[in-house]
C-alpha cells in the first residue's frame, strides 16, 4: 500500500524531526501511533517521519496546569493518576473511549488532534478545559488555542509539529463536577454525539462557571457558550438546565451520514447535554 | 547529517525470544512482514485496525500489525501466538480456549489468546468487564464471544489453583 | 446400546484445536508458493453500464504484470454463482467477465501482477469506456413498466421474466385462504421489511489456483462447496472436471457468503493465462459490496385466526431482491414460505413471492436463508394478535405450533426450486423449548415497572422458529474409511468444516460406530482429489447427512473389522462387540483382541485392506425447533435498545457434541443481535455504498453482547445419525422478533422494519406520542 515510502526515519529530537519534515515538502508525513496515517492509505507519501523517539511522551504539572507531550498515548492518558486527578478524570474517561486497547496502546494525543476529527474523541474535553497547543515550527515554539489549530486546513496541520497540549487548570471549586458522554451505535464507535461538561457551584446551587463542549455536531468540536451563559450566575434547576438543552439546539449543526441523521443528532445532543448537566450536578453534590 | 535514501532497510527485533533481523522495504506494514516471515498466526481481517485479528504483544501491549509500519518495532520484543505454548504444553489461556468450546473457525482465536494473555499477566484476577474489554477489539463472527469470555476467566481462576481438577466430561 | 454411548454426545476438543490455538499455518492464506502472484479485480464504478472499449495496453506494459484478462479473452459460459447441486435452480445469468455490468462492484478486468502493489496499480491503468444506462435500486422500481432491463443478454436461462426483471417467482397454495379468513374471527395484515446484513466472516474470501506438475488446475480455497466449485470451474473455464482439483483447508467462517463459486473461476483463468499460482484474497472493503449478502426483503403477511386463539389462515407475500445476479434467488425466498408458515397448524396457507433484480451488491446464501426474513414477519405479528386477543404470547404458541406426528403439507409444494417432499415431524422439542426458555427469561415476572428516573423502560418478548436439516432429496453426502496399522481409521469426507467443528462430528459419529476412541480417527475432508462428493456445508446438512455418510461407512466397515475378528476369535461375529479399540465377545469367557490387532491380521496375514464408504441422503428434512426470549430495556430519550438478557432454546435432535451445539446457538444469536439492532449494508442514490467497512458497519463486539442462557432441548430424530438433527442456523431466526417484541412489550410501539436503530425507535415514540399511526 505505501510503496512510494523511500525512508523512514526516528528522529532522537523535535529539532531533528523539524529539519526532516522541511526537507521532505509535501510527501512528507509524521507518524506516532499510525493508527489514522495506516487507514487514510495515500500512497503518494514519500518519507515517513516516526516522532515517538523524540522525547514527546510525558505528562507533567505545571505552574498553570498539565502538559501533555504528543506521542502519549491514549492507554497512557487512560492509566495516569494525574490526569485522574484532573478535571474528575474528564480526559482520562475520554481517552477510554478512543477505540479497543490495540487502539489506544498506539494511538496519540496529538495524533488525535492533528487528524482533526469532528467526532475526535479528546478533542471535546480538551475545548472544554480551554486546552492550548504548541506547535514547534522552524522559527521556534509558539503556543495557540486547541480550538485555532482544529480550525486550520488539514495541510497546514501537516505541515507543522505539534509538540505538546498544555490543560491550563480549571478553577479549583470544592463542588465542581466533570462529565464525558459518548453515544454511539455500539460500544466500540465513533461518536454519533459526544458531549463533555464541567460545572462549578456557589453555595445554594449558583453556576459559578459552566463548560459545555459537544463533537460530532459541527466541523469541529463545539464551545456551546450560549448554553454555558445559560446557565452561569443562575441556580441549576430543570428549567434552567432545559434552557441550557434549548440553546445547545440551536447551536449545533450536524450533518447526515451512514451513522445518524441530523435530525436525531440534534434530538442527541439536547439529551446528552442535559444528561451530562445532571452528572456534573450529581458529582458536584448539588442535588437537581 | 544527512539521512540515506533507502528502498530497503534492515529492523532489528525480538520476536518470541528470538533475536531476528528483517530486511524490508521502508513503507512495509508490520502485518504484511510478519507473514512473510511466516508467523501465520497473525491474520488478515480487515487492515484497518477493527477486527483484531492481527494483534500481536509489542512490549507486552496488544497491539494491531495492520496499522503498524515494519520499521517501528526496531528494537522492541514482540509476542506471536506462535510463542505461547512451550513446545506441546499449551498456554493455560490455549488450553481454557480447548477446555470450553472457545474455539470455532479459529480465525480470531489468536488475537483473543494474546489480548487475554495480556491482561491476565498484568491483571491476574479480572472481572468479567475487564475481560470483556480486553477481547473488545478482536471481532468474532462464530462464538458470539461467551465462550472466550468464560475461558479466560477459567484460565484466571485455574492459575489462582493450579491443581484443579479439569471438568469430567472433556476428553480428547 | 444408546444409552452407553461413549464419544457422541460427549464434549470432546475439536480434533483440529490445537492448531487454532496455535496459529498453525491452516488457512488458505497460510502458505507461500514460490512464483505466486497477486491478483485483482477491477470494480465497475457504475451500477448499471455497457463497456464500449477497454484500453488494457498501459497496464499490460507495467512491469511485472503476467496476465490480464478482459471479457474479449475469456469463455462466454451462462452459469450461476450458487453452490448449488446440479442442476442448479437460480438462474445462469452470471459470466466469468462480461461486456456490461450490473452493479457497483461488478467485475470489468482482472489482473495478476507480481506484487499486491503492481496489481492494484495495474487495475488503475486500465482504461474503461463506459456507456453509462440508466440504473435501478428499489425493487418495485424495478419491476414497473419502463425499468431498465438488467439481463437483456439472450444467452442467460431460467430467468422468469427478464422483462421485468424478475429472476424467480413462486406461489403455493394450501387449502384456500379467502375461505380461511371468512372464517376468522380476526384478521391482521402487516408490512415488514428487512435490511441488507453482510457475512462479515472473519477471513475473507481468498482462493488461490495454479497449474500442477501435471497440468492440473488446483485451487486452494475457502469455500464452503469444493465439489460445486470444481464442477461450475471446469465448466467456465472448458476444462474436463477430471483436470480441476480444489481443495479446502482450514476456513475462518463462511455463515453461507462461501456457498458460492465467487473467486475461483477468476483465479483459475489467471492461473491459466500467466501459467504462475495466482492469489486473489479480497479486501475488507471488497468482502462488503463484491461478495455475497443476505436479500434484502419487503413482507405482506396476513393471519386469520379464531377468537380463541387457533391460526385457520396465513398469507405470506414477498417481493424480494437478490441485487444483480440471481444467485440462491428462488431457494432463498422458497424457505421464506416453506420453513416459515407452517410453524402454525393452519389448514390453509399462501404463499407468492417475486424474487427481483436489481442494481445492488449480490445476494446469496446467509445462515437462516430466507427464515430470518420470514420469521420477523411472522412473529411479530402473531405478537400483536396474541395481545389484541388478550392471549399470552407464550399460550398463544403452544396453542398453535406444530407437533409430533404433523405433516407439513406445504413443503411439499415449496421444495427447493421444484417440488419438494411433504415433511413429517418425527421429533418435536418445540413445547419444551418454549417452557423452559420462558422459565429462563422470568416470562412469569413480567411487569412492567413505572419508567426509571432516566425514561428507560423493560420488557420482553418472545418468537418461536424452525428450520430444516439438509434439503430433501438433494442434499447427499458420502465418506470412506481405511484402516492403518495401529487401529487407527482414516475418513475421508467431502464435507466442509466452515469452522463449525463439521470435522469434529463426523470424527465422533465414526469412532462411536467403529468402538474406537476418538484419538484413533484421523480425518481428512473437502479435498475433490482425495475424498468423495459431498455437497457441501449448507442448509445445515453436515451432521445429518455427511454424518449418515459416516455412520453407514462406518457401519460396512465395522462389519469387515468384526469378520477378520471373528476368525482371530474363533467365535461367530454376531456374537462379538466393538468398543474402546477392542473387539471382544460377549459371552462370559469374554476373549478379545485390540483393533490394532485386527489391522495387522488384515493387512499382513489376510492381506486385505479393510476398507469401504457410503452414500447417504434424506427423503425428508426434520426441523430443528427453536424458541427465543429477549429482555431489552429501552431509553425513552434515546430510542437506544439494550438487550439485557437472550434466552434460546433449541432442540436439534441429539447435541452429537453440546458444547459445540452451544457454541453454535451463541454465534447465531449474535448475527441475528446485528441484524436485528445494527446491521446494514447502505448505498447511495447511485449503488455505492456507504459503509464497507467495521467502522462504520457495527456488528456485535465483546462488549455489546448480552447476558446470554442457552439452553439444548434433545430430542431423538429417526432420519439422523444417533438421533442427530441440526443446530446451526434456526438460533437466528427468533432473534428479531423476540427483541420487536420486547420493545412492544416495554414503550408499546412497533417495530417493523429491520434494522431497528434507535433513531427509528424514538421517532415511533414520538409518533405515539402524537397520535399517529404506528
Given at each position: 500500500m505505501f510503496d512510494s515510502v523511500e525512508a523512514f526515519y526516528r528522529p532522537a529530537s523535535v529539532h531533528e524531526a523539524l529539519r526532516l519534515l522541511q526537507r521532505g515538502k509535501g510527501q512528507t508525513r509524521v507518524v506516532a501511533g499510525g493508527t489514522d496515517l495506516v487507514v487514510e492509505g495515500d500512497r503518494s507519501i514519500r518519507f515517513l517521519i516516526d516522532i515517538t523517539h523524540a522525547g514527546l511522551t510525558y505528562i507533567k504539572r505545571k505552574a498553570t496546569g498539565l502538559a501533555i507531550g504528543a506521542t502519549t498515548t491514549m492507554a497512557e492518558l487512560e492509566e495516569s493518576a494525574l490526569l485522574?486527578?484532573?478535571?474528575?478524570?474528564?480526559?482520562?474517561?475520554?481517552?477510554?473511549?478512543?477505540?479497543s486497547i490495540q487502539i489506544r496502546n498506539m494511538a496519540t494525543l496529538g495524533g488525535n488532534m492533528s487528524n482533526g476529527s469532528p467526532a475526535a474523541d479528546m478533542a471535546v474535553p480538551l475545548v472544554a478545559l480551554d486546552a492550548k497547543v504548541v506547535i514547534a515550527g522552524p522559527r521556534g515554539r509558539r503556543t495557540m488555542p486547541l480550538t485555532a489549530y482544529l480550525a486550520e486546513p488539514a495541510e497546514m496541520r501537516r505541515r507543522s509539529l505539534l509538540v505538546e497540549v498544555a490543560i491550563p487548570e480549571p478553577p479549583r471549586d470544592k463542588r465542581a463536577g466533570w462529565s464525558f458522554q459518548k453515544f454511539g451505535r455500539t460500544a466500540l464507535d465513533i461518536a454519533v454525539v459526544s458531549v463533555a461538561a464541567g460545572i462549578g457551584f456557589g453555595p445554594r446551587g449558583r453556576v459559578k462557571w459552566a463548560r459545555l463542549a459537544l463533537g460530532a455536531v459541527a466541523p469541529a468540536p463545539l464551545r456551546i457558550a450560549a448554553a454555558e451563559q445559560a446557565l452561569v450566575g443562575r441556580v441549576m434547576d430543570r428549567a434552567v438546565m432545559a434552557e441550557a438543552c434549548a440553546a445547545v439546539e440551536r447551536a449545533v449543526h450536524p450533518i447526515t451520514d451512514v451513522r445518524a441523521t441530523a435530525e436525531y443528532r440534534t434530538e442527541l445532543s439536547r439529551v446528552l447535554s442535559g444528561r451530562a448537566l445532571e452528572e456534573c450536578a450529581g458529582q458536584a453534590g448539588w442535588a437537581l | 547529517m544527512k539521512a540515506p535514501v533507502?528502498?530497503?532497510?534492515?529492523?532489528?527485533?525480538?520476536?518470541?525470544?528470538?533475536?531476528?533481523?528483517?530486511?524490508?522495504?521502508?513503507?512495509?506494514?508490520?502485518?504484511?512482514?510478519?507473514?512473510?516471515?511466516?508467523?501465520?498466526?497473525?491474520?488478515?481481517?480487515?487492515?484497518?485496525?477493527?477486527?483484531?485479528?492481527?494483534?500481536?504483544?509489542?512490549?507486552?501491549?496488544?497491539?494491531?500489525?495492520?496499522?503498524?509500519?515494519?520499521?517501528?518495532?526496531?528494537?522492541?520484543?514482540?509476542?506471536?501466538?506462535?510463542?505461547?505454548?512451550?513446545?506441546?504444553?499449551?498456554?493455560?489461556?490455549?488450553?481454557?480456549?480447548?477446555?470450553?468450546?472457545?474455539?470455532?473457525?479459529?480465525?480470531?482465536?489468536?488475537?483473543?489468546?494474546?489480548?487475554?494473555?495480556?491482561?491476565?499477566?498484568?491483571?491476574?484476577?479480572?472481572?468479567?468487564?475487564?475481560?470483556?474489554?480486553?477481547?473488545?477489539g478482536h471481532l468474532c463472527r462464530c462464538t458470539g464471544y461467551r465462550k472466550p469470555v468464560e475461558a479466560v476467566l477459567a484460565a484466571a481462576k485455574k492459575a489462582k489453583r493450579p491443581r484443579a481438577a479439569k471438568p469430567a466430561e472433556v476428553t480428547r | 446400546m444408546s444409552g452407553m454411548r461413549t464419544v457422541v454426545g460427549k464434549n470432546v476438543h475439536r480434533v483440529d484445536g490445537v492448531k487454532l490455538v496455535t496459529g498453525g499455518a491452516a488457512f488458505t492464506d497460510d502458505i507461500h508458493l514460490p512464483g505466486m502472484l497477486y491478483g485483482k479485480i477491477l470494480p465497475s464504478p457504475h451500477a448499471h453500464a455497457r463497456i464500449r472499449h477497454i484500453d488494457t495496453r498501459k497496464a499490460k506494459a507495467l512491469p511485472g504484470v503476467h496476465a490480464l484478462l478482459t471479457y474479449q479473452d475469456v469463455p462466454r459460459v451462462p452459469h450461476t454463482t450458487a453452490g448449488q447441486a446440479w442442476p442448479e435452480p437460480s438462474p445462469y445469468d452470471t459470466y466469468l467477465l462480461d461486456s456490461k455490468v450490473r452493479f457497483v462492484g461488478d467485475r470489468v478486468a482482472a489482473v495478476a501482477a507480481e506484487s499486491r502493489a503492481i496489481a492494484e496499480r495495474a487495475i488503475r491503468l486500465i482504461e474503461v469506456d463506459y456507456e453509462v444506462l440508466p440504473a435501478v435500486f428499489e425493487i418495485e422500481q424495478a419491476m414497473a413498466p419502463g425499468a431498465p432491463v438488467?439481463?437483456?443478454?439472450?444467452?442467460?436461462?431460467?430467468?422468469?421474466?427478464?422483462?421485468?426483471?424478475?429472476?424467480?417467482?413462486?406461489?403455493?397454495?394450501?387449502?384456500?385462504?379467502?375461505?380461511?379468513?371468512?372464517?376468522?374471527?380476526?384478521?391482521?395484515?402487516?408490512?415488514?421489511?428487512?435490511?441488507?446484513?453482510?457475512?462479515?466472516m472473519l477471513e475473507p474470501h481468498v482462493s488461490i489456483a495454479w497449474l500442477d506438475v501435471n497440468q492440473r488446475l488446483v485451487i486452494r480455497s475457502s469455500t464452503q462447496v469444493p465439489y460445486h466449485c470444481r464442477r461450475q470451474v471446469a465448466m467456465i473455464l472448458e476444462m474436463p472436471v477430471s483436470r480441476v482439483h480444489v481443495i479446502k483447508p482450514r476456513i475462518g467462517g463462511g455463515f453461507g457468503g462461501k456457498q458460492e463459486m465467487l473467486l475461483e473461476d477468476i483465479t483459475g483463468a489467471l492461473a491459466v493465462a500467466s501459467g504462475r499460482p495466482v492469489k486473489i484474497e479480497y479486501t475488507r472493503e471488497e468482502e462488503f459490496y463484491m461478495a455475497r449478502s443476505r436479500h434484502p426483503q419487503i413482507l405482506?403477511?396476513?393471519?386469520?385466526?379464531?377468537?380463541?386463539?387457533?391460526?385457520?389462515?396465513?398469507?405470506?407475500?414477498?417481493?424480494?431482491?437478490?441485487?444483480?445476479?440471481?444467485?440462491?434467488?428462488?431457494?432463498?425466498?422458497?424457505n421464506t414460505g416453506s420453513k416459515v408458515l407452517p410453524l402454525y397448524r393452519a389448514p390453509h396457507m399462501r404463499f407468492e413471492c417475486h424474487v427481483v433484480y436489481t442494481n445492488c451488491p449480490v445476494a446469496g446464501a446467509f445462515r437462516g436463508y430466507g427464515c430470518p426474513q420470514g420469521f420477523f414477519a411472522?412473529?411479530?405479528?402473531?405478537?400483536?394478535?396474541?395481545?389484541?386477543?388478550?392471549?399470552?404470547?407464550?399460550?398463544?404458541?403452544?396453542?398453535?405450533?406444530?407437533?409430533?406426528?404433523?405433516?407439513?403439507?406445504?413443503?411439499?409444494?415449496l421444495g427447493e426450486g421444484k417440488e419438494g417432499l411433504p415433511r413429517v415431524i418425527r421429533s418435536c422439542g418445540?413445547?419444551?423449548t418454549i417452557e423452559r426458555g420462558a422459565a429462563a427469561i422470568g416470562w412469569d415476572r413480567r411487569r412492567k415497572p413505572a419508567a426509571n428516573g432516566n425514561g428507560c423502560r423493560r420488557g420482553m418478548g418472545m418468537a418461536c422458529a424452525m428450520q430444516g436439516s439438509g434439503i430433501a432429496g438433494i442434499d447427499w453426502a458420502s465418506a470412506f474409511l481405511k484402516i492403518n496399522e495401529d487401529g487407527s481409521f482414516f475418513l475421508q469426507v467431502g464435507a466442509s468444516d466452515v469452522g463449525a467443528g463439521a470435522d469434529t462430528v463426523l470424527s465422533q459419529i465414526a469412532a462411536e460406530t467403529l468402538g474406537v476412541t476418538l484419538d484413533k480417527i484421523v480425518i481428512t475432508s473437502g479435498d475433490t482429489d482425495t475424498t468423495p462428493f459431498d455437497v457441501g456445508a449448507y442448509a445445515s446438512s453436515t451432521t445429518i447427512i455427511s454424518g449418515g455418510a459416516v455412520k453407514k461407512a462406518a457401519e460396512k466397515v465395522r462389519a469387515q473389522v468384526l469378520e477378520v475378528a471373528s476368525r482371530m476369535l474363533d467365535a461367530p461375529a454376531e456374537t462379538l462387540a466393538c468398543a474402546n479399540n477392542e473387539i471382544f465377545t460377549t459371552c462370559a469367557c469374554r476373549?478379545?483382541?485390540?483393533?490394532?490387532?485386527?489391522?495387522?491380521?488384515?493387512?499382513?496375514?489376510?492381506?486385505?485392506?479393510?476398507?469401504?464408504?457410503?452414500?447417504?441422503?434424506?427423503?425428508?428434512?426434520?426441523?430443528?425447533f427453536c424458541t427465543t426470549f429477549a429482555e431489552v430495556e429501552v431509553d425513552t430519550h434515546t430510542g437506544r435498545v439494550r438487550v439485557l438478557h437472550l434466552a434460546t432454546a433449541a432442540d436439534p435432535g441429539t447435541a452429537i457434541n453440546p458444547m459445540q451445539a452451544e457454541g453454535q446457538v451463541?454465534?447465531?444469536?449474535?448475527?441475528?443481535?446485528?441484524?436485528?439492532?445494527?446491521?446494514?449494508?447502505?448505498?447511495?442514490?447511485?449503488?455505492?455504498?456507504?459503509?464497507?467497512?467495521?467502522?462504520?458497519?457495527?456488528?456485535?463486539?465483546?462488549?455489546?453482547?448480552p447476558k446470554l442462557t442457552t439452553i439444548l432441548v434433545e430430542t431423538e430424530e429417526p432420519l439422523g445419525p444417533y438421533g442427530a438433527k441440526s443446530i446451526s442456523e434456526v438460533p437466528i431466526n427468533g432473534v428479531a422478533p423476540a427483541i420487536a417484541n420486547a420493545i412492544f412489550d416495554a414503550v408499546g410501539v412497533r417495530m417493523r422494519k429491520l434494522p431497528i436503530r434507535p433513531e427509528d425507535v424514538l421517532r415511533a415514540l414520538g409518533a405515539k406520542q402524537n397520535g399517529g399511526e404506528q
Amino acid at each position: 500500500m505505501f510503496d512510494s515510502v523511500e525512508a523512514f526515519y526516528r528522529p532522537a529530537s523535535v529539532h531533528e524531526a523539524l529539519r526532516l519534515l522541511q526537507r521532505g515538502k509535501g510527501q512528507t508525513r509524521v507518524v506516532a501511533g499510525g493508527t489514522d496515517l495506516v487507514v487514510e492509505g495515500d500512497r503518494s507519501i514519500r518519507f515517513l517521519i516516526d516522532i515517538t523517539h523524540a522525547g514527546l511522551t510525558y505528562i507533567k504539572r505545571k505552574a498553570t496546569g498539565l502538559a501533555i507531550g504528543a506521542t502519549t498515548t491514549m492507554a497512557e492518558l487512560e492509566e495516569s493518576a494525574l490526569l485522574g486527578g484532573l478535571a474528575g478524570g474528564l480526559l482520562a474517561r475520554a481517552a477510554a473511549s478512543c477505540g479497543s486497547i490495540q487502539i489506544r496502546n498506539m494511538a496519540t494525543l496529538g495524533g488525535n488532534m492533528s487528524n482533526g476529527s469532528p467526532a475526535a474523541d479528546m478533542a471535546v474535553p480538551l475545548v472544554a478545559l480551554d486546552a492550548k497547543v504548541v506547535i514547534a515550527g522552524p522559527r521556534g515554539r509558539r503556543t495557540m488555542p486547541l480550538t485555532a489549530y482544529l480550525a486550520e486546513p488539514a495541510e497546514m496541520r501537516r505541515r507543522s509539529l505539534l509538540v505538546e497540549v498544555a490543560i491550563p487548570e480549571p478553577p479549583r471549586d470544592k463542588r465542581a463536577g466533570w462529565s464525558f458522554q459518548k453515544f454511539g451505535r455500539t460500544a466500540l464507535d465513533i461518536a454519533v454525539v459526544s458531549v463533555a461538561a464541567g460545572i462549578g457551584f456557589g453555595p445554594r446551587g449558583r453556576v459559578k462557571w459552566a463548560r459545555l463542549a459537544l463533537g460530532a455536531v459541527a466541523p469541529a468540536p463545539l464551545r456551546i457558550a450560549a448554553a454555558e451563559q445559560a446557565l452561569v450566575g443562575r441556580v441549576m434547576d430543570r428549567a434552567v438546565m432545559a434552557e441550557a438543552c434549548a440553546a445547545v439546539e440551536r447551536a449545533v449543526h450536524p450533518i447526515t451520514d451512514v451513522r445518524a441523521t441530523a435530525e436525531y443528532r440534534t434530538e442527541l445532543s439536547r439529551v446528552l447535554s442535559g444528561r451530562a448537566l445532571e452528572e456534573c450536578a450529581g458529582q458536584a453534590g448539588w442535588a437537581l | 547529517m544527512k539521512a540515506p535514501v533507502l528502498k530497503t532497510m534492515e529492523v532489528r527485533l525480538t520476536v518470541n525470544g528470538q533475536p531476528q533481523v528483517w530486511t524490508i522495504a521502508p513503507g512495509d506494514l508490520l502485518l504484511d512482514v510478519l507473514r512473510r516471515e511466516g508467523y501465520f498466526g497473525v491474520k488478515r481481517g480487515c487492515e484497518n485496525g477493527e477486527c483484531g485479528a492481527c494483534t500481536i504483544l509489542l512490549n507486552d501491549k496488544p497491539v494491531n500489525t495492520c496499522l503498524m509500519f515494519a520499521a517501528q518495532v526496531e528494537g522492541c520484543g514482540i509476542v506471536t501466538v506462535e510463542g505461547l505454548a512451550d513446545g506441546a504444553k499449551l498456554h493455560p489461556v490455549q488450553e481454557a480456549f480447548l477446555d470450553h468450546g472457545a474455539v470455532q473457525c479459529g480465525f480470531c482465536t489468536p488475537g483473543m489468546v494474546l489480548s487475554a494473555k495480556a491482561l491476565l499477566d498484568k491483571c491476574p484476577h479480572p472481572t468479567e468487564e475487564q475481560v470483556r474489554e480486553a477481547l473488545g477489539g478482536h471481532l468474532c463472527r462464530c462464538t458470539g464471544y461467551r465462550k472466550p469470555v468464560e475461558a479466560v476467566l477459567a484460565a484466571a481462576k485455574k492459575a489462582k489453583r493450579p491443581r484443579a481438577a479439569k471438568p469430567a466430561e472433556v476428553t480428547r | 446400546m444408546s444409552g452407553m454411548r461413549t464419544v457422541v454426545g460427549k464434549n470432546v476438543h475439536r480434533v483440529d484445536g490445537v492448531k487454532l490455538v496455535t496459529g498453525g499455518a491452516a488457512f488458505t492464506d497460510d502458505i507461500h508458493l514460490p512464483g505466486m502472484l497477486y491478483g485483482k479485480i477491477l470494480p465497475s464504478p457504475h451500477a448499471h453500464a455497457r463497456i464500449r472499449h477497454i484500453d488494457t495496453r498501459k497496464a499490460k506494459a507495467l512491469p511485472g504484470v503476467h496476465a490480464l484478462l478482459t471479457y474479449q479473452d475469456v469463455p462466454r459460459v451462462p452459469h450461476t454463482t450458487a453452490g448449488q447441486a446440479w442442476p442448479e435452480p437460480s438462474p445462469y445469468d452470471t459470466y466469468l467477465l462480461d461486456s456490461k455490468v450490473r452493479f457497483v462492484g461488478d467485475r470489468v478486468a482482472a489482473v495478476a501482477a507480481e506484487s499486491r502493489a503492481i496489481a492494484e496499480r495495474a487495475i488503475r491503468l486500465i482504461e474503461v469506456d463506459y456507456e453509462v444506462l440508466p440504473a435501478v435500486f428499489e425493487i418495485e422500481q424495478a419491476m414497473a413498466p419502463g425499468a431498465p432491463v438488467i439481463h437483456d443478454e439472450p444467452d442467460s436461462t431460467k430467468i422468469f421474466d427478464r422483462e421485468h426483471n424478475i429472476a424467480g417467482y413462486i406461489l403455493r397454495e394450501i387449502g384456500d385462504v379467502e375461505a380461511g379468513f371468512r372464517e376468522s374471527d380476526l384478521i391482521v395484515e402487516r408490512e415488514f421489511r428487512t435490511g441488507r446484513q453482510q457475512h462479515c466472516m472473519l477471513e475473507p474470501h481468498v482462493s488461490i489456483a495454479w497449474l500442477d506438475v501435471n497440468q492440473r488446475l488446483v485451487i486452494r480455497s475457502s469455500t464452503q462447496v469444493p465439489y460445486h466449485c470444481r464442477r461450475q470451474v471446469a465448466m467456465i473455464l472448458e476444462m474436463p472436471v477430471s483436470r480441476v482439483h480444489v481443495i479446502k483447508p482450514r476456513i475462518g467462517g463462511g455463515f453461507g457468503g462461501k456457498q458460492e463459486m465467487l473467486l475461483e473461476d477468476i483465479t483459475g483463468a489467471l492461473a491459466v493465462a500467466s501459467g504462475r499460482p495466482v492469489k486473489i484474497e479480497y479486501t475488507r472493503e471488497e468482502e462488503f459490496y463484491m461478495a455475497r449478502s443476505r436479500h434484502p426483503q419487503i413482507l405482506r403477511m396476513k393471519m386469520g385466526v379464531k377468537r380463541d386463539g387457533t391460526v385457520i389462515a396465513s398469507q405470506l407475500t414477498v417481493l424480494a431482491t437478490t441485487g444483480a445476479y440471481g444467485s440462491h434467488s428462488t431457494t432463498v425466498q422458497g424457505n421464506t414460505g416453506s420453513k416459515v408458515l407452517p410453524l402454525y397448524r393452519a389448514p390453509h396457507m399462501r404463499f407468492e413471492c417475486h424474487v427481483v433484480y436489481t442494481n445492488c451488491p449480490v445476494a446469496g446464501a446467509f445462515r437462516g436463508y430466507g427464515c430470518p426474513q420470514g420469521f420477523f414477519a411472522q412473529e411479530t405479528l402473531v405478537d400483536e394478535i396474541a395481545r389484541e386477543l388478550g392471549i399470552d404470547p407464550v399460550e398463544f404458541h403452544q396453542r398453535n405450533v406444530i407437533r409430533l406426528g404433523d405433516i407439513d403439507r406445504l413443503s411439499a409444494q415449496l421444495g427447493e426450486g421444484k417440488e419438494g417432499l411433504p415433511r413429517v415431524i418425527r421429533s418435536c422439542g418445540l413445547p419444551q423449548t418454549i417452557e423452559r426458555g420462558a422459565a429462563a427469561i422470568g416470562w412469569d415476572r413480567r411487569r412492567k415497572p413505572a419508567a426509571n428516573g432516566n425514561g428507560c423502560r423493560r420488557g420482553m418478548g418472545m418468537a418461536c422458529a424452525m428450520q430444516g436439516s439438509g434439503i430433501a432429496g438433494i442434499d447427499w453426502a458420502s465418506a470412506f474409511l481405511k484402516i492403518n496399522e495401529d487401529g487407527s481409521f482414516f475418513l475421508q469426507v467431502g464435507a466442509s468444516d466452515v469452522g463449525a467443528g463439521a470435522d469434529t462430528v463426523l470424527s465422533q459419529i465414526a469412532a462411536e460406530t467403529l468402538g474406537v476412541t476418538l484419538d484413533k480417527i484421523v480425518i481428512t475432508s473437502g479435498d475433490t482429489d482425495t475424498t468423495p462428493f459431498d455437497v457441501g456445508a449448507y442448509a445445515s446438512s453436515t451432521t445429518i447427512i455427511s454424518g449418515g455418510a459416516v455412520k453407514k461407512a462406518a457401519e460396512k466397515v465395522r462389519a469387515q473389522v468384526l469378520e477378520v475378528a471373528s476368525r482371530m476369535l474363533d467365535a461367530p461375529a454376531e456374537t462379538l462387540a466393538c468398543a474402546n479399540n477392542e473387539i471382544f465377545t460377549t459371552c462370559a469367557c469374554r476373549k478379545s483382541v485390540t483393533m490394532t490387532q485386527v489391522a495387522m491380521q488384515a493387512l499382513y496375514r489376510e492381506k486385505t485392506q479393510i476398507m469401504d464408504g457410503a452414500s447417504h441422503f434424506n427423503t425428508d428434512s426434520p426441523p430443528p425447533f427453536c424458541t427465543t426470549f429477549a429482555e431489552v430495556e429501552v431509553d425513552t430519550h434515546t430510542g437506544r435498545v439494550r438487550v439485557l438478557h437472550l434466552a434460546t432454546a433449541a432442540d436439534p435432535g441429539t447435541a452429537i457434541n453440546p458444547m459445540q451445539a452451544e457454541g453454535q446457538v451463541e454465534g447465531a444469536v449474535t448475527q441475528g443481535l446485528g441484524y436485528a439492532l445494527t446491521e446494514e449494508l447502505v448505498l447511495d442514490s447511485a449503488g455505492r455504498p456507504l459503509n464497507p467497512n467495521f467502522l462504520d458497519y457495527k456488528i456485535f463486539s465483546a462488549k455489546d453482547m448480552p447476558k446470554l442462557t442457552t439452553i439444548l432441548v434433545e430430542t431423538e430424530e429417526p432420519l439422523g445419525p444417533y438421533g442427530a438433527k441440526s443446530i446451526s442456523e434456526v438460533p437466528i431466526n427468533g432473534v428479531a422478533p423476540a427483541i420487536a417484541n420486547a420493545i412492544f412489550d416495554a414503550v408499546g410501539v412497533r417495530m417493523r422494519k429491520l434494522p431497528i436503530r434507535p433513531e427509528d425507535v424514538l421517532r415511533a415514540l414520538g409518533a405515539k406520542q402524537n397520535g399517529g399511526e404506528q
